[in-house]
């Protein structure tokens, strides 16, 4: 009895941390009360229309630039772009959505949306709200000008009382204790609105009675009776329920739509979303039919996963999930314990739809992608239609447990105040031959330098060669033993000496074009402690060692990029845990622990690594640069830069994903003042306009089950700006050289390898088993043939960006570079003609000219 008791008193206590932990003063109650009183959600005047056009029958026509016009129904808020170089006109819910023959209940709701809002309440469950259920079908909206568009302001849900903010069901000790302080007419409410089951001897609650005059009376006598929210809480603990109240179940949100020549740039104010503390909105999303295409017409969904990847309409794929990816992977603060993600990540925030009738458009997203994902899905599961959209995280969530006599029970932990930036996404409408994923890619890439999200590095030291990417693994940490006691002992897998020699064989084998990645020479190793006090280390040559293998790659042309990591800590030498870790949810170090291959899982018998605060970010960044520039070298190796982007959920001093992208990018935009070439893993967008050199870039997509084909998207935005090689090949799950040599060939790729000059023994039983196959004996001559043949293609193409790339047949893609230079790439078994070309099996043929 007396542990339930404390079960109870703990679980009111943590109730009231995390109210007060979520409360902030623009979303509170009070405010929200004022907002809606203040607010007018009810549209008061008709619209007047600027123009109208009978191609847009029911709608007024408001703004219009040379390249688009702007509708709007007033009626449900949904609105129509015409593109007039096409003729097009896109709508925001489908103009058939009412002949819907499969959509039913909610799903045929969604259709005629424009937005739609998750929240949750105390308990961590979640609800849904959408903008013409909860918004439109009561009225509760209006349309006002603004510049070059208009603005959709809502407020979804009804403010006044109902049955379910009344206690679900009491106890008879407790409706006794209310009576005995009721007069009669109180008690006379109560006994209608609870009638006792008589096989628990429970009073439930009786919604069917509660309306009107006795729905109020009710509410009367619970106040007079003095019956407060920990009573509820009490009631929920004994008699083993949970509820919300809907009292506060009232939110405003607005949808802003401006025509920028020939785009329309639809916006989500974060200043505009309110809610009140007990219902956080986790998530938001928009748009979620915009244009979408019916069950009788072709074409493709397209979504950044990995390198890129199409879901064709209607390819009747309704029993398996539906596609739905966070853009720049997961948030290491809000990792669960055990989660395991072996899919590649989103780099680019954007996606689109392509119709085969020559019409498509491109979505950016500008604000608010650190904390968005995409979802899409095919006609014939919830509704007839083809579809992709984004959403956003508002609020995070995380889960606090306690247990106390053998049971067990979670609670929500919210996010203190809501994501700091807008949710904007730009929406660019295509024709004819740009009507396709290489017109976005096309496009995307001219929009990125138009805003500096690309630029040209300097070129000089370009060679007519193609470069050959090598990754050299210097110096780890390996438990050893003496007298019987464990120790934690440097061992050296590839000394300066010992790549010298590794780099002297290759230029032996004509192998001219070096870019070296060296990984572990400082500060312990590839798991070396942070990077503020560089000490180069000892095993593998000591920093004289350095400075001559510096010299050395000088003076054979090879460029060096020594490796650093700055976002995961390894090593918690010099590293305080608890003041410098990212914080989850639950206000505990965030800590990641490595994936055991063989098992799928977590390994929590290992060490884990920690994400660093983002508020640490710049400071470790200036303290590493201030040491890394003394060496000399011209290029450097960021291991997690570019590639991951971690909160840091702190009480009282929360830095959100967006405001971590901002720190990276300041980061990054340090160590190019430096006038350093930069390589990384990854390849984030934000990174893109500081880095000379990708490693490790995704070849393909996830393969999810719902999509239908990989395509070169990220390849075609960013070559000729950006040089990109693939995962080492030795550690990679290509079955044979020919398949690699063909995917780099059709990727306009470069070939890269993972090596080290000891026995792969030396990874026995260490924490770096991924490295199975890396020593370099065994891949030099299999590497030089590779080079070789890739070269002799690509060579000719160095530097040029993609123009186009198709699948001409199953298995069979083209691939046509900047100067007409085309490769035609046959992954069959069998020789394939097409065109007239005909390309033997697992082989591929060159043709085009230079201009």
């Not at 007396?2 to 623009?26: E, F, N, Q, Y």
């Not at 907002?35 to 007047?48: C, I, K, N, R, W």
């Not at 006795?214 to 106040?223: D, G, N, S």
Request: glycine fraction near 6%; charge should be negative; aromatic fraction near 10%.
């Amino acid at each position: 009895m007396i542990k339930a008791i404390i079960m109870r008193l703990l679980t009111l206590l943590l109730v009231m941390i995390i109210l007060a932990g979520c409360s902030d003063p623009a979303t509170g109650k009070d405010q929200l009360e004022e907002d809606l009183s203040e607010a007018e959600v009810t549209q008061m005047e008709p619209l007047q229309a600027a123009f109208v056009d009978s191609r847009v029958e029911g709608m007024k026509g408001m703004v219009e630039n040379e390249h688009l016009q702007l509708f709007v129904d007033e009626e449900t808020a949904s609105i129509a772009v015409h593109n007039k170089s096409s003729g097009e006109v896109w709508y925001s819910n489908p103009p058939d959505r009412d002949g819907d023959s499969i959509a039913s209940g909610v799903h045929q709701d969604l259709l005629s949306s424009q937005m739609q809002l998750q929240f949750f309440n105390n308990f961590g469950q979640s609800s849904n709200m959408n903008s013409y259920t909860d918004s439109v079908v009561h009225d509760q909206f209006n349309i006002e000008a603004i510049p070059d568009g208009l603005r959709v302001n809502y407020q979804f849900g009804k403010a006044q009382r109902s049955a379910e903010d009344l206690p679900l069901m009491l106890s008879s000790e407790r409706v006794e204790e209310l009576l005995s302080r009721l007069d009669d007419t109180s008690q006379r409410a109560l006994t209608i609105a609870y009638t006792e089951n008589p096989d628990t001897g429970i009073y439930e609650r009786n919604d069917n009675a509660l309306r009107g005059l006795q729905l109020e009376r009710a509410f009367t006598a619970f106040e007079e009776a003095g019956y407060t929210e920990e009573d509820l809480q009490q009631d929920m603990m004994e008699l083993n329920f949970t509820q919300e109240s809907a009292e506060g179940r009232v939110f405003l949100a607005s949808i802003e739509y401006r025509l920028e020549e020939d785009s329309i740039l639809v916006t989500v104010p974060n200043d505009r979303i309110h809610y009140t503390p007990e219902f956080p909105v986790n998530r938001i999303s928009f748009f979620n039919f915009f244009g979408a295409a019916d069950s009788n017409e072709s074409g493709s969904l397209f979504v950044p996963d990995g390198s890129g990847a199409l879901i064709h309409f209607n390819n009747g794929r309704t029993n398996l999930p539906s596609y739905q990816q966070a853009v720049y992977g997961t948030d290491l603060a809000t990792l669960s314990r055990d989660d395991v993600r072996m899919e590649e990540t989103a780099r680019l925030p954007v996606f689109g739809l392509i119709k085969d009738e020559g019409e498509a458009w491109l979505a950016i997203i500008e604000e608010g992608a650190s904390v968005a994902s995409i979802s899409a899905d095919v006609s014939g599961r919830l509704n007839s239609y083809n579809y992709v959209y984004p959403s956003f995280t508002v609020v995070a969530k995380g889960d606090v447990t306690l247990r106390a006599d053998q049971q067990e029970r979670t609670l929500p932990r919210f996010q203190e105040g809501p994501m700091k930036t807008d949710f904007s996404v730009r929406y660019v409408f295509l024709n004819g031959e740009e009507a396709s994923y290489q017109g976005m890619a096309n496009y995307y890439q001219r929009y990125l330098i138009q805003n500096k999200g690309l630029r040209a590095h300097d070129n000089e030291e370009m060679t007519k060669d193609m470069p050959f990417y090598l990754q050299l693994v210097g110096n780890i940490t390996k438990q050893q033993h003496f007298a019987g006691i464990p120790y934690q002992s440097s061992t050296s897998l590839t000394s300066f000496d010992q790549a010298e020699q590794i780099l002297r064989q290759m230029k032996e084998s004509e192998i001219n074009d070096i870019k070296l990645s060296y990984i572990g020479w400082f500060n312990k190793g590839i798991d070396h402690k942070v990077p503020t006090n560089l000490r180069v280390d000892r095993a593998i040559g000591g920093m004289r060692g350095f400075e001559d293998f510096i010299a050395f790659t000088e003076g054979q042309g090879i460029k060096l990029f020594p490796e650093t990591a700055l976002l995961q800590v390894n090593s918690e030498a010099g590293f305080k845990v608890r003041q410098d870790a990212s914080r989850t949810l639950t206000n505990v170090p965030a800590a990641i622990y490595p994936v055991d291959l063989s098992m799928n899982r977590r390994d929590r018998s290992q060490k884990p690594a920690y994400p660093l605060s983002p508020r640490l970010v710049e400071e470790y960044t200036e303290d590493m640069l201030e040491q890394f520039t003394v060496f000399g070298t011209t290029g450097i190796a960021l291991r997690d830069l570019a590639d991951i982007l971690n909160s840091d959920f702190r009480r009282n001093d929360q830095i959100d994903r967006t405001e971590s992208e901002t720190i990276s990018t300041n980061a990054l935009e340090r160590i190019y003042e430096e006038e350093l070439s930069i390589m990384a893993n990854g390849g984030n967008a934000y990174a893109l306009p500081y880095l000379t050199d990708i490693v490790d870039i995704p070849m393909n997509s996830s393969s999810f089950k719902l999509q239908d084909e990989s395509i070169p998207f990220l390849q075609m935005v960013i070559r000729g700006y950006v040089d990109y090689a693939t995962v080492p090949f030795n550690l990679s799950t290509y079955l044979s050289d020919r398949d690699y040599i063909l995917k780099v060939l059709e990727y306009g790729s470069h070939v890269n390898f993972k090596w080290i000059y000891e026995s792969n023994e030396e990874l026995k039983d260490t924490r770096f088993n991924q490295l199975y196959s890396v020593h370099y004996q065994q891949w030099l001559e299999q590497a030089t043939e590779i080079y070789h043949e890739v070269n002799d293609v690509l060579k000719q193409v160095r530097g040029e960006p993609i123009l186009s790339h198709e699948r001409l047949a199953e298995g069979v893609y083209k691939t046509v570079y900047g100067n007409e230079i085309y490769i035609v790439v046959n992954y069959n078994m069998e020789s394939v003609t097409v065109d007239g070309l005909t390309i033997m099996a697992q082989s591929y043929i060159t043709g085009g000219e230079e201009k």
